[in-house]
Structures are given as structure tokens and as C-alpha cells.
């Protein structure tokens, strides 16, 4: 990795792509290899995918039901925060940028160590995770990305 290299994540609360680009003149590359989704980091938790286990149903209103979706993404967000911060150790140079919606990007940054947090030198309050490659491209151009 070169010292100009930026590793990109584009996040959400079910979905977390990950781009690395090595010069700000070469295009976007996305690391496939990387990408998981919510479902997939709850099977490799072992998490429940169901949002109530309990026996009794007929007390879970809608606000628990909200609540234990709410509970699903941060975790979901806390691994994906996780991941950043292994890539972090794994090179001393590299700098990141994330991209997510307001509520996720606040999520990401609350987990993420403080060392990583000095090295996030972009942080996009945008719900870009399922646009296209070259989409994702042009708006991190749009913020010297």
C-alpha cells in the first residue's frame, strides 16, 4: 500500500461494502472478499435472527419490535466497526473514509478505537451502500476520496 492508499467502507445497517483505492487518480476498487451483510455476521456470531426468542408474544408490541431491529443493526454496525479496526493494525499507513447514513455513521464512530477514529480522515452521512460501483466512485471523488 502506497502512503496516498484509502480504504473506503460504505455501510448501512444490513450491508457493509468495502473499497481500497491506492492513488487518488486510479478508480475505485471494491474488495469483494470483505463484503458482508447483517444476516451473514449473525451466522458467524451465532446471534438469533429471530428479533423476539421469548414464549410469550403477546406482550411484544411494536416498540420492542423496533427496539430489537435497532439492537440488530448496532451490533451488526459494532462488528463492521470491528473489521476497520483490524485493517487499522494491519497497516500503520493507510488512511479510511466511511460512508453511511447519519444514524449508522454515529453507531460506526462510537465503536471504533481511538487510534482508528484518528485515522478516518472522511467520514460521508450518505445511504450510498447499494449504489452502483462507479456511483460510489463519483461521490467520493466529490470529497477528494
Known amino acids: 500500500m502506497t502512503p496516498e492508499t484509502v480504504w473506503i467502507v460504505v ?3 444490513a450491508l457493509a461494502r468495502f473499497f481500497v483505492r491506492t492513488r487518488s487518480e486510479l478508480p475505485l476498487e471494491e474488495l469483494e472478499a470483505l463484503r458482508i451483510t447483517a444476516e451473514e455476521a449473525r451466522r458467524l456470531h451465532k446471534h438469533p435472527t ?3 426468542d421469548g414464549a410469550n408474544h403477546r406482550h411484544h408490541g411494536r416498540r420492542e419490535a423496533h427496539d430489537g431491529h435497532d ?9 463492521i466497526a470491528g473489521r476497520i479496526d483490524l485493517l487499522a493494525q494491519e497497516s500503520s499507513t493507510v488512511r ?7 444514524r449508522a455513521l454515529g453507531v460506526l464512530r462510537d465503536h471504533l478505537s481511538a487510534a482508528t477514529r484518528k485515522r478516518v480522515g472522511v467520514e460521508i452521512a450518505k445511504d450510498i451502500v447499494r449504489d452502483q460501483l462507479r456511483d460510489i466512485d463519483t461521490r467520493l471523488r ?3 476520496v
Do not use: K, S
Open 50 to 52: 429471530a428479533v423476539h
Open 11 to 13: 455501510a448501512d445497517g
Open 71 to 79: 439492537n440488530e443493526e448496532r451490533r451488526f454496525l459494532a462488528h
Open 96 to 102: 479510511f473514509a466511511i460512508c453511511a447514513p447519519p
Open 142 to 144: 466529490d470529497h477528494h
